[in-house]
């Protein structure tokens, strides 16, 4: 199946856990979010494009899945996100940290999680993310990023998600889906 931005969430929500309640699982997302992000840095740092591929695919990877439990339109937020291309600077990078900092105090304060804010930072980052490949002249697209994500993931799980399987990852075999670096 050609993965698109209309059906990329519902292949990666068949790889997503699930957990007790949907602050839980967008605490979840947030961390994943800050976390790949984390390593999409060192590998820009590093200039290690193999890497950048497979952590700008796993950013991706649990805003589409926030998407599917929040019910944002991805499609909508891609293009929302390319509209936004030329207002766009490196500090765009930091906008998923936004996002899991309003997660938290949702999740630890008690604060109202912001839809609105929430929605927009995840836009940022999406924007971010073809900000700070494509546009520093990498060649491939965000497209080409949900698809060595979509891949990874059918090696790594098949069509569902499960804990050992997540636990208990061939790296050798997952490596060959990110494409040359």
């Known amino acids: 199946m050609e993965v698109n931005f209309k059906n990329y969430p519902s292949l990666a929500m068949k790889t997503a856990n699930r957990l007790k ?3 839980e699982d967008s605490t979840h997302m947030a961390l994943g979010i800050m976390g790949e992000l ?8 590093n200039e290690d ?9 796993d950013v991706m990877w649990f805003i589409g899945v926030e998407s599917i439990l929040r019910g944002f339109d ?13 207002s766009y600077d490196e500090s765009i990078k ?14 630890a304060y008690g604060r109202e999680y912001n839809t609105d804010y929430c929605k927009n930072a ?30 990874k993931l ?18 050798v075999e997952e490596e060959k889906t990110f494409g040359e670096g």
């Open 154 to 171: 059918r090696t790594r799980f098949g069509e569902k998600f499960t804990s050992e399987k997540a636990l208990n990852r061939d790296l």
């Open 74 to 86: 991805f499609q909508e937020m891609v293009d929302e996100a390319y509209t936004r291309l030329g």
């Open 38 to 45: 984390g390593e999409l840095f060192k590998a820009i740092d």
């Open 21 to 23: 309640s949907d602050l």
């Open 122 to 151: 995840l836009i940022d980052t999406i924007g971010s993310i073809i900000y700070l490949t494509y546009w520093r002249g990498e060649t491939f697209t965000l497209l080409d990023l949900l698809n060595i994500n979509i891949n």
């Open 94 to 107: 930091y906008r998923g940290f936004d996002y899991g900092d309003m997660v938290k105090k949702s999740f």
């Open 49 to 57: 494009l193999k890497n950048i591929r497979e952590e700008s695919g």
